[in-house]
């Protein structure tokens, strides 16, 4: 926050909120840094002249893809697949499901996976999360729909909202396999859709090798409501494992 340009940005995202909290500042200031390419590369600058011995290959937070995703973008991000958001949830979640399945196919397959490690250990919880949202933003501006990262639903942030118009809302929660799935898919992502008044969520699962038995759990939750006849989050899980070389993969 030294630097005035970035300051005067953010404060300028701030200016109607009376005591911005915690959250307010964390989204005023990725606003300010996500508004495009040229941005971005000023406010990575501004970090890399602030902290000391800022290394690209230990970049645990993955602004340096980021960085590459926002600037270049994939080439294969544009799809012929049409939306029709009139629809409302139903479609919103239809594109929901594509963009996730864009970013799994980059992950898994592609060599995505290597851009969520420091040498033997995942990066942050935020580093996948920053990634998706610049493959989701590409689809949501070729569909004018709104895509909000940590809106805040009344009791804390939901990782991403979609939404068009007022009532058509889809949520996606993004956790680490390290991280508490159980209570995330169980109570977090269901809180939040009730805060949100939305009955559609994602439940997505970055996999580094850890998850051992919670995926039977969560599973098993899900069951349980769609006996019940509830709608249950859909659950995602994406296998962001070191994996071989290409050339050495069977």
Known sequence: M???RIRDRVNRFLGSIAKPTVADRKHALRTAALGSPTDF???LAAVKENVNN??????VLGYY????????GFPDLKQATSYDLKLGSNEIMRLVRDTIAQFKRHVEPGNLWEELWVGNKPKK????????YAIADAFCKANDLDISPEANMGG???DFKFSSGYKARVLVEMKRSGGAVVHGYEKQL???KSASQTEFGVFVIVNYGDLG????EVMRIRDERLKKGERASEIVVIDATRKASASKRK
């Open 2 to 4: 030294e630097n005035a």
């Open 41 to 43: 590369d000023f406010f």
């Open 54 to 59: 800022y290394d690209p290959n230990l970049d």
């Open 65 to 72: 893809r980021l960085k590459a995703i926002v600037a270049d």
């Open 125 to 132: 919880e935020r580093a996948s999360q920053l990634i998706y």
């Open 156 to 158: 804390g942030p939901i």
């Open 190 to 192: 269901e809180f939040y």
């Open 213 to 216: 038995k919670k995926l039977n």
